[in-house]
DNA sequence: CTTATTGCAAACGTTTTGCACGTTT
DNA sequence: AAACGTGCAAAACGTTTGCAATAAG
């Protein structure tokens, strides 16, 4: 896994690369990916660094911002909750999907190689040029059955 | 392929066994999806529904009802395009999944048996009841390249 | 005649935007 | 000093809801 030090000066470079400018509000949501391994709605980070950091001001329009220029980026990714919105995480690690709770709204990463092939093959087909793919599989948890 | 009028009586005895009316705006909306093999927003078949038949009131809201009906019963189901909302098609067919070209906007379908066979073998392992799987394909597609 | 359904408009939750002010370069 | 980023509040967006009027059973 990559270090903080090195994904920050990774971050201001693309910053730098494209006349952007490096910010508290910036740092602290690239910080808070960092650091918190888990799946969180705009809404979720904005409370949290607001209340964790009562010194820097913080705005939810920021954090949208933010999350989108990470996510363009490639450090961050999200996945989409239809009409209850999205939910990032950083989005440095190996490509991997997900199986969503419907119950309890846990979310579970998985790799499946099988299915990365496949998928190549299915574009190779449609002469498709994939840029991404998601795949969710929606459920029951074992806790919640 | 299902006849139409398979699917209307269908569509009856389910709203029958559960107590709900046939309505005018319940028929124009599944014969929309009938006869139109394509992806449409609830917007886009509120306005054509209504600009096609200027002697039958309808609602945005009697839409989403509709549609949610349907999906609910299995008739008609859906892809999410995060915040810019659901798109809607007819339910009926095999199962299957979507490559989604980026610029043109275009939805190709397939089904591909590995992949269905390899998201139950994950289910499986992760101790999790599967109730909905989906597989979106983002890219070019062949005319957009 | 009872009950479900409708259209409308208002409300909703998430996300985006315009703008004057602040910060970074 | 110039340019970009910020917070705020207002607007936008797709969707849902309350309600009185209407239509189906």
Same mark, same amino acid.
């Given at each position: 896994?990559?270090?903080?030090?090195?994904?920050?000066?990774?971050? !201001?470079?693309?910053?730098?690369? =494209?006349?952007?400018?490096? *910010?508290?509000? +910036?740092? %602290?949501? #690239?910080?808070?990916?960092?650091?918190?391994?888990?799946?969180?709605?705009?809404?979720?980070?904005?409370?949290?660094?607001? !209340?964790?950091?009562?010194?820097? =001001?913080?705005?939810?329009? *920021?954090?949208? +911002?933010? %999350?989108? #220029?990470?996510?363009?980026?490639?450090?961050?990714?999200?996945?989409?909750?239809?009409?209850?919105?999205?939910?990032?995480?950083?989005?440095?690690?190996?490509?991997?999907?997900?199986?969503?709770?419907?119950?309890?709204?846990?979310?579970?990463?998985?790799?499946?190689?099988?299915?990365?092939?496949?998928?190549?093959?299915?574009?190779?087909?449609?002469?498709?040029?994939?840029?991404?793919?998601?795949?969710?599989?929606?459920?029951?948890?074992?806790?919640?059955?």
């Amino acid at each position: 896994m990559i270090s903080y030090d090195k994904l920050l000066e990774k971050f !201001k470079n693309l910053l730098k690369n =494209n006349t952007l400018k490096f *910010t508290k509000q +910036r740092e %602290l949501i #690239l910080k808070f990916l960092y650091e918190n391994d888990e799946h969180f709605t705009p809404e979720e980070i904005y409370m949290i660094l607001k !209340k964790k950091n009562p010194d820097i =001001n913080i705005g939810i329009a *920021t954090v949208y +911002r933010t %999350l989108t #220029l990470l996510e363009d980026a490639g450090i961050a990714s999200s996945i989409s909750f239809g009409t209850q919105g999205k939910k990032y995480e950083l989005g440095l690690k190996k490509h991997h999907d997900h199986l969503i709770c419907t119950t309890c709204g846990d979310i579970i990463e998985f790799f499946d190689e099988t299915i990365e092939m496949q998928q190549e093959k299915i574009a190779k087909k449609f002469n498709f040029k994939m840029t991404d793919h998601t795949m969710k599989i929606v459920g029951l948890c074992e806790k919640c059955q």
